[in-house]
């Protein structure tokens, strides 16, 4: 069974942590070109969500090469940086579910 790894800064990995996902935490700028070459090698992983700056540093070839295999699936996320973007980031979440399954999704608070 695949399993889900999110790559996001220090700030932003307690939440996920706390909802039992495992993540890598990386610090803003650096290059994850290693740890997703060391990820894609190792197969573990069906599904990543990588904080979208993050990405921006890693070379196409290689992103080229990940979505060639099909697997692991990278999802971009962009975390809110403050409270006031947490409206905007449930409106990007809601309409990336409805994308991938078809449905509108209704998140409760």
């Keep these: 069974m695949s399993k889900l790894l999110i790559i996001t800064y220090p700030d932003t990995s307690t939440g996920f942590d706390l909802a039992g996902v495992e993540v890598k935490e990386v610090k803003e700028g650096e290059d994850i070109t290693p740890l997703l070459q060391s990820i894609i090698e190792k197969g573990e992983y069906g ?3 990588v904080e979208e700056n993050l990405l921006l540093n890693v ?5 080229k090469r990940i979505r060639k ?4 699936v990278i999802v971009p996320i962009d ?3 403050s409270w ?3 409206a905007e980031m449930e409106s990007y979440i809601t309409k990336l579910i409805r994308r991938a399954i078809g ?3 209704k998140i409760k608070r």
């Design 103 to 105: 449905y509108q999704v």
């Design 84 to 86: 006031q973007a947490e």
């Design 59 to 63: 070379p196409e070839e290689i992103l």
């Design 47 to 49: 599904l990543l969500a």
């Design 79 to 81: 975390t809110p940086k």
């Design 69 to 72: 295999k099909g697997i692991p």
